[in-house]
């Protein structure tokens, strides 16, 4: 008797694991197990952080993905997913790219190419961007943010001080006016800009500034030009305008840390990406939103190359697990309804910039954004085919469309800061970047 009882309690343990396991297959965590994971690359910049902030609406509306995020700082990104799509790792399901890597990682097969649904309107795409972003006509990206470059003002500070600023001003105004409003006493500088060395970092700005000097980074038969009269009166300029009247420790800063000076008031002027003017005339973001002026980015002698062309684009590397799902997000993250998801959470004056010609149609947007107008005659008259004034064998504005190119333009970008810090002379600086591009394009191939 007492083995039957024995033998019926073994027999209700046994059931009760087994209706505890059908229990558990049914839970919300069993279903998540079943999920599809895509991990994100992304930069820390303020549009990618309200993209993942906003992400919780893509999961909902398709439950069967989870997204996990990896947000980076700049140059740490470019690092990191250079490295993973180059070695084959896997590590991610989207990048988040621009404009000079889409085309050079296509061709080298390192990215799928993009077929999106017909309602997701690829011709709705600004064509400088779109362009910029394929390869021998085919997407490989899609933008979540464009930009070009312009400068930025504090209309309070020029307005007392006098100073009327046209449309297209001129470094040798914005020399003039920084003497005029800098004021560093009362924590005003005269002149923010990059200074944080990268390719994509100070060597950004100072390739547009070097083009408009009359310089180039390369003749047609690819030998350096960085020991030339353009470049040595384009850092020349650089170099006095910050020393002068730029904030402290500006070798260490970049985009961000430029944009956290300008919104909380300490930079009089800033040359810098058009997508910061949304950043800066949101209340919510900006300590000066209503006291910001717009012009194009200032020219010297010609106006080749003196603004910039650019996208941080959403790609999928050929070692992604699951490319059906990244292609769902990228859709998603970059179409018109996502446009119309942040103007309803942050309004319209906080939308990405410089991706789709409806934006600009928008009555609303041109409403909210004073500079739209700006940032889409800079964004169209950017043009990487004639970068600088004489002619060059790349395309690319603010950079140059070779792979060598993040080597050299962050080599170059180390001995440009040595050059504002005062660590070494101009011509030192020169030189020595010279002499580093000349024995890397020779190991490379391209000269004897």
């Not at 470059?149 to 007392?160: A, I, P, Q, T, V």
């Not at 959403?314 to 992604?320: E, H």
């Not at 939308?351 to 409806?358: D, H, L």
């Amino acid at each position: 008797m007492r083995t039957f009882r024995f033998a019926k309690i073994i027999v209700a343990f046994i059931v009760g694991i087994v209706l505890m396991q059908l229990l558990h297959a049914c839970t919300p965590g069993s279903q998540a197990a079943d999920r599809t994971r895509l991990t994100i690359a992304t930069v820390n910049n303020g549009d990618m952080i309200v993209m993942q902030g906003l992400s919780s609406r893509f999961e909902e509306e398709n439950p069967d993905i989870e997204l996990r995020w990896v947000v980076l700082e700049e140059n740490v990104l470019r690092q990191r997913t250079t490295t993973d799509v180059a070695s084959q790792g896997g590590q991610f399901d989207v990048l988040t790219i621009g404009s000079y890597e889409t085309p050079i990682w296509a061709r080298r097969g390192w990215l799928r190419p993009l077929n999106l649904p017909e309602d997701y309107d690829v011709n709705d795409l600004l064509d400088p961007v779109r362009e910029g972003l394929s390869s021998d006509g085919q997407l490989y990206a899609v933008p979540f943010y464009g930009e070009s470059s312009m400068l930025y003002y504090r209309r309070d500070l020029f307005e007392n001080a006098g100073i009327t600023v046209p449309e297209q001003p001129t470094y040798t105004q914005v020399r003039d006016w920084a003497s005029r409003i800098h004021d560093p006493q009362n924590g005003v500088y005269g002149m923010c800009l990059r200074g944080k060395p990268g390719w994509g970092e100070n060597m950004a700005f100072l390739t547009t500034l070097v083009n408009t000097f009359g310089g180039r980074w390369f003749d047609l038969d690819w030998n350096p030009t960085i020991n030339t009269p353009a470049w040595q009166e384009a850092i020349g300029y650089y170099v006095d305008l910050m020393q002068n009247y730029g904030p402290p420790g500006a070798s260490s800063n970049g985009f961000n840390e430029n944009l956290a000076l300008f919104s909380t008031g300490r930079c009089g002027m800033w040359i810098d990406a058009t997508v910061a003017a949304g950043l800066i005339s949101n209340p919510e973001q900006s300590n000066v939103y209503d006291r910001v002026g717009f012009a194009r980015a200032p020219i010297d002698e010609y106006a080749n190359g003196s603004n910039w062309l650019w996208a941080w684009a959403l790609a999928i590397p050929k070692t992604s697990k699951s490319p059906e799902a990244a292609e769902r997000f990228l859709a998603w993250a970059t179409s018109k309804e996502y446009i119309q998801l942040v103007a309803e959470e942050n309004g319209w004056v906080a939308v990405p910039p410089g991706t789709r010609t409806s934006t600009y149609e928008n009555s609303n947007y041109q409403e909210a954004a004073p500079f739209a107008s700006i940032v889409l005659r800079s964004i169209q008259s950017a043009d990487i085919t004639q970068p600088a004034a004489q002619p060059t064998p790349y395309q690319g504005v603010q950079y140059v469309d070779i792979p060598e190119f993040q080597a050299i333009g962050s080599s170059v970008g180390q001995t440009m800061a040595a050059a504002l810090t005062g660590s070494t002379s101009i011509d030192q600086a020169l030189q020595q970047a010279q002499a580093s591009t000349e024995r890397f394009m020779r190991h490379t191939g391209y000269i004897e």
